[in-house]
């Protein structure tokens, strides 16, 4: 026992002195800044797409505009009203047509104008400057409560950041050349009676795959049409405002006792948590299993086996590389959870920044993170002894690969499953599949949110320690012929045969081995 | 006292009988030659006696003990094919081993240093291995398998591979643990190599024993051997005394059976023919184990 430990801990300082452990450490950060970077980057490098419209209905176009900048209000005021600050919508509503030559930056000089007392742009009407004097305070507050996060998202979802309405002579033949010459995106011909022809519209553009700006348009002038065709038929706005009204749905969870309560998004994070735990398991897990048949051959093919055997069994050789390999996997998944802690729970504090997505309710809940261990050791368990006692068999890697090839393709299951698991956690193909061993792990980690029964929880581990317990066995007697082997890797009709062969002990015992 | 027996050992794999109806003992405290071509059994007896392999039948006893795993920390091994952790510093690879044989962490690193100091590899103590020539990696591994000062050595083909001053590098370890009383197994295919240092050896051929013993009753119980030149009728090399004769056409090597004078023979043939040269050899273990194979095979 003592000298298993031996093997592992130097297996271990190996590892750790290896750059796939630094690698490996260190893709937790790159992960962590990618989640919290990449939506942001990608907002802001989206650039904004030109379009035109030639207007032969001499209203519609007009009229879009004027919704355009409603829209655009109501988002930027949307946290304003949750601040609860709603008094103040009816009021601003009242100097909607002035905003609607403000971009991003022309918001954000309004705002600081109105915060600072200087001239506010030109651009702005008097009524908008005089009404958000009057609000000054709130505004402030609001603004200031404004993470650089929101403020970001508050941007991309101002349309006039996404999409520019160009000025044009009306001659399609020019708009056509824009287009080609990348110049102008796309351009729109609104019919000439668009409220009695549904017929007559036109959208030209080169890129027909991205349908942001048709889709976007499209609705407006829809709803701008719906609701003059209600006019035609002298149904008042009050009335027509009721039928266009939509039916919201609110989301509510049921707690243990029944009772109900809103679902905000810590639900939702914690809902799919365990879909990303399971791909940190699955990567955690194929990592480690991979270093250990790397690791294996290594040692096979560097002649150190037979050295070592002359001092420990081979049953003891491997089990102390397994352990090793354990013990530098752990580190690595340890430094992880350390690193995602500091993350979400101290940068937030600490910055005073608020992440775009916040795991630090689903961070902070210990049985999560106890059963991912778990479930690591006993996922690791199982396949290290698979891919050592196949790894034994082989001299080099590409010999391996097609050897581990049948594991492989049982470890793509889980991964393929996790969507669909993690949508109904206990449907009854989620239930069955957690009773087949080498899908344990992944898929009672994927249930996590379900939960399952506890009598599930100790039926699969028990029968996943009770199928550890197997491969160790089968996977020991492969291991103390194979690892002496040289030449072509046996088929698997040999490894059965090697399966069923007595192993011959202490010279007194009859029988053939290998 | 023997340090090792062996009784009707057999091992096979799969249909191949690698080892056949093996027994043989090793005195304690000299130098034994495993001899034999390649893929004789050597290397598939030396394993059993390691306990890496296991017979499916017969007696393996080490050490007084019939449970050879329980006497390995008394045991030092070299295979015939070795490597080095590359990456661990040399000191601390031999420290290891020294560990894995039951040597507490100080002692390991202390005799570790001790034993470079001693083969001149200091200067090499913190290096990795991968940085080690060709025969400094062969000295890391001798002393690696010396460095929990093992009752028995066994060095699988210590000679192969090896230039000339590796060969007396090892030779003199060799000789030296034998002065320290100590029973050194090794395996070669060289006979000369054997010949010169081995105070008893076995021979192997396709997994059989084709005899064993103290080299020097070996070497009696084979017939010297009379080379001459020679002018004259062939037919008078036929003299009594000459067991058997292979005439080469000017020079012939002559068999003398172990009870006759090569003194005699020699004046009965010069009084026939005309010799131009003539000496007496002894067999060489080369002889030995050629005419062995043969008999055994016939």
């Given amino acids: 026992m003592k000298r298993m430990l031996l093997i592992s801990l130097r297996e271990f300082l190996e590892n750790v002195r290896t750059k796939g452990f630094w690698i490996g450490i260190l893709m937790m950060p790159v992960v962590l800044v990618l989640v919290a970077v990449v939506p942001l980057i990608i907002e802001s490098t989206r650039s904004a797409k030109s379009y035109a419209v030639i207007d032969e209905s001499n209203w519609l176009g007009s009229e879009v505009q004027a919704e355009i900048s409603r829209r655009d209000f109501r988002y930027l005021f949307t946290d304003l009203r949750k601040g609860r600050e709603e008094a103040l919508l009816p009021e601003l509503a009242k100097v909607l047509p002035e905003i609607r030559v403000l971009g991003e930056t022309g918001i954000d000089e309004a705002v600081a104008s ?82 009695n022809e549904s017929a007559g519209g036109r959208y030209v553009s ?4 991205d349908l942001d700006l048709q889709n976007w348009y499209g609705r407006i002038v829809n709803r701008i049409v719906r609701d003059r065709r209600l006019l035609e038929k002298n149904i008042d706005e009050e009335t027509a405002a009721w039928i266009n009204q939509q ?102 504090a600490l910055l005073g920044v608020e992440l775009p997505l916040d795991l630090s309710s689903v961070l902070a809940e210990p049985w999560l993170l106890l059963s991912f261990l778990v479930y690591f050791l ?112 046996p088929g698997l009709r040999e490894i059965y045969r090697l399966l069923r062969a007595p192993v011959s002990t202490r010279g007194t015992a009859s029988g053939r081995a290998s | 006292m023997n340090s090792i027996e062996l009784e009707g050992v057999n091992k096979f794999f799969g249909h191949h009988h690698a080892v056949a109806d093996m027994s043989f003992s090793v005195p304690a405290g000299s130098v034994y030659g495993f001899l034999g071509p390649n893929g004789a059994g050597k290397t598939s007896t030396i394993r059993m006696i390691m306990s890496i392999l296991y ?72 290096q990795k291995c991968e940085s080690l020539s060709k025969g400094m990696g062969q000295k890391v591994q001798i002393i690696s398998t010396l460095i929990h000062e093992p009752e028995v050595v066994i060095l699988d083909e210590p000679f192969s591979g090896l ?22 197994i090794f395996s070669t295919h060289i006979m000369e190599q054997a010949e010169q240092i081995c105070d008893a050896l076995l021979l192997v051929n396709g997994g059989r024993k084709i005899l064993d013993g103290p080299v020097a009753d070996i070497k009696r119980d084979f017939e010297p051997t009379l080379l001459v030149d020679f002018e004259g009728d062939a037919r008078h090399l036929d003299q009594p005394g000459v067991t058997r004769i292979n005439n080469m056409g000017r020079k012939a090597e002559l068999s003398i059976a172990q009870d006759a004078d090569p003194q005699m023979i020699m004046q009965s043939l010069m009084r026939e023919m005309t010799i131009t040269g003539f000496s007496v050899r002894e067999p060489s273990l080369h002889e030995i184990f050629v005419r062995a194979v043969r008999e055994s095979a016939t």
């Fill in chain 1, 114 to 195: 109105i915060l600072t007392g200087s001239a506010p742009p030109e651009a702005l009407g008097n009524r908008w400057v005089a009404h958000l004097s009057d609000h000054r305070v709130l505004i402030r507050d609001w603004w200031q409560k404004l993470t650089p996060g929101a403020r970001a998202d508050l941007s991309a979802r101002i349309s006039s950041n996404r999409f520019v309405l160009m000025e044009h002579s009306g001659d399609i033949e020019t708009l056509n050349q824009q287009i080609n010459s990348g110049s102008l995106f796309a351009y729109f011909i609104l019919g000439a009676d668009p409220v």
């Fill in chain 1, 206 to 209: 080169n890129n027909l795959t």
């Fill in chain 1, 247 to 348: 039916t919201e749905f609110e989301g509510i969870k049921l707690d243990e006792d029944g009772l109900e309560a809103q679902v905000d998004n810590t639900d939702i994070a914690r809902q799919w948590a365990p879909v990303g735990f399971v791909y940190f398991l699955w990567i955690s897990i194929l990592i480690n299993t991979q270093m250990l048949l790397t690791n294996t051959i290594e040692e096979k093919s560097n002649k150190l086996i037979e050295v070592l055997l002359s001092s420990v069994s081979p049953v003891m050789l491997m089990g102390g590389k397994i352990l090793g390999i354990a013990a530098t996997g752990l580190t690595i998944i340890l430094s992880w959870i350390v690193m995602a802690l500091v993350f979400f729970l101290g940068v937030p």
């Fill in chain 1, 378 to 489: 006993l996922g690791y368990l199982f396949y290290a002894a698979l891919l050592v006692g196949l790894g034994s068999l082989c001299n080099n890697l590409k010999e391996a690969q097609n050897l581990i090839l049948p594991v492989q393709m049982i470890q793509i299951l889980p991964i393929l499953m996790m969507i669909p698991i993690g949508r109904d956690p206990n449907s009854t193909l989620a239930q069955v599949m957690s009773y087949i061993p080498p899908l344990t792990p992944f898929v009672m980690m994927n249930r996590a949110a379900g939960p399952p029964a506890v009598s599930e929880y100790i039926t699969t581990t028990l029968l996943m320690v009770v199928s550890i317990v197997a491969a160790f066995w089968l996977a020991a007697k492969v291991f103390r012929i194979g690892i002496l082997m040289t030449g072509k890797p």
């Fill in chain 2, 55 to 126: 017979p499916d039948s017969g007696r393996v006893t080490v050490l007084g003990s019939n449970n050879p795993e329980s006497v390995k920390d008394r045991l030092g091994y070299l295979p015939e094919e070795k490597g080095l952790y590359k990456k661990m510093k040399t000191r601390e690879l031999i420290a290891y081993f020294g560990t894995l044989k039951g040597l507490p962490w100080r002692e390991a690193h202390s005799r570790a240093q001790a034993l470079l100091e001693r083969f001149g590899l200091q200067a090499s103590a913190d």
């Fill in chain 2, 163 to 184: 230039d000339p001053i590796n060969i007396e590098m090892v030779r003199d370890v060799i000789l030296d643990l034998r002065r320290q009383g100590r029973t050194v």
